[in-house]
Nanobody
Framework: QVVLAESGGGLVQAGGSLNLSCQAS????????AGWFRQAAGKEREFVAG?????TYGTSVKGRFTIVRNYLKMTVDLQMDNLKSEDTAVYYC????????????????WGQGTQVTVSS
């Protein structure tokens, strides 16, 4: 069993930065791939960034977001720079089997989510 808890969301102006953090509990967490998804109002859940032996990014955030995983602390952070209004969404931390594809938007364990709002 893996339990995930996100923190760090909030309101920021366009062009600004935020850092989201996900704290995991559960001894098996380090055996999973871990990443972030987001869901904007009225839209489907979208892959943002993942770490599975190395980083992977969604097209819309590549070059602006950075995922950092700390196996000792069992955290996975998402540094978000140059934020845009279209980044507004609830952001979810996710842990899944390393064999899983990031296109599967319901796979694995999920946190409760943290709201990120970018004002233009």
């Amino acid at each position: 069993q893996v339990v995930l808890a996100e923190s760090g969301g909030g309101l920021v102006q366009a062009g600004g930065s935020l850092n989201l953090s996900c704290q995991a509990s559960g001894r098996t967490f380090n055996t999973y791939a871990a990443g972030w998804f987001r869901q904007a109002a009225g839209k489907e859940r979208e892959f943002v960034a993942g770490n599975n032996y190395g980083p992977t990014y969604g097209t819309s955030v590549k070059g602006r977001f950075t995922i950092v995983r700390n196996y000792l602390k069992m955290t996975v952070d998402l540094q978000m720079d140059n934020l845009k209004s279209e980044d507004t969404a609830v952001y979810y931390c996710n842990a899944r089997p390393r064999s899983s594809d990031w296109s599967q938007t319901t796979e694995g364990f999920w946190g409760q989510g943290t709201q990120v709002t970018v004002s233009s």
